[in-house]
């Protein structure tokens, strides 16, 4: 068996942009595990969320098989690129409904992550995780959105701050996104201005980068990703 170069969980695995960070990872001779809703066939290893479990039930079961999976092994990364979006405003039919569902997309899946970054994350390893440009300010229009994705930049720097229970010079960071490139934005919003979208291929490349111990940001950094004539740059909030 030929020797893999890391080991890598991908929390989200299965959609657009986990779906790259696996390829990306997998193209370098890693180890990639995947959890979502879906397994993802180019992984190595898949745990499959339940949806119908309560947080604490979802959590005993990904941290038991992440357990399972790696034995005795330890993880170089943690990548959460889970999420999803829902708008609306207090007056929405659906407000409660949609900020439910934003808070189990972004919220759960951040603090699973985390939960598996304290018990199987090297020291010096890193977790990444993601929240939202718009989620800096208020968001009226996507109010359960904002919250959710502003909970995850809080959880960030909790988990960057000393005593957070995370391994030694262990990395947190949160990728802040404005709209990703990807197959469902482009059905949504046809008409929309693509130059200003992040490819997913920047942002896997730049966790392949933090993995290489190459361009890291400060611990707790919350990274714009603002791409202008199809140009992104990276800026700390």
């Known amino acids: 068996m030929e020797t893999m170069l890391g080991r890598v969980f991908v929390y989200g695995g299965k959609g657009a942009l986990g779906s790259a960070c696996v390829s990306k990872f997998k193209s370098k001779n890693w180890w990639v595990g995947s959890i979502d809703m879906k397994a993802n066939a180019e992984a190595d290893a898949n745990i499959v969320v339940k949806p119908d479990c309560n947080w604490q039930e979802q959590e005993t079961h990904i941290l038991q098989e992440v357990k399972n999976i790696l034995k005795e092994d330890k993880l170089d990364a943690i990548i959460c690129v889970a999420g999803g979006w829902a708008g609306g405003n207090a007056a929405n039919k659906d407000f409660v409904k949609n900020t439910d569902l934003m808070w189990k997309q972004s919220v759960w899946s951040s603090v699973i992550a985390a939960s598996i970054a304290s018990h199987h ?39 960057a701050a000393k005593d957070s229970g995370l391994p ?21 919003m ?23 111990k190459q361009e890291r940001p400060t611990n707790g950094s919350l990274l714009q990703l603002i791409t202008n004539d199809n140009k992104t740059e990276v800026t700390a909030a």
């Open 121 to 159: 994350l090297k020291e010096g390893g890193f977790l990444s995780l993601t929240g939202a440009k718009a989620a800096l300010e208020e968001t009226p229009g996507m109010i359960g959105y904002g919250m959710a994705k502003a909970a995850v930049h809080q959880l960030t720097k909790s988990l």
């Open 190 to 212: 046809p008409k929309a201005d693509t130059s200003k979208w992040t490819p997913l291929e920047f942002v896997a490349d730049l966790f392949w980068k933090w993995s290489q």
């Open 168 to 188: 030694k010079d262990s990395l947190v960071a949160s990728i802040l996104p404005i709209t990703l490139d990807t197959p469902m934005n482009r059905k949504w």
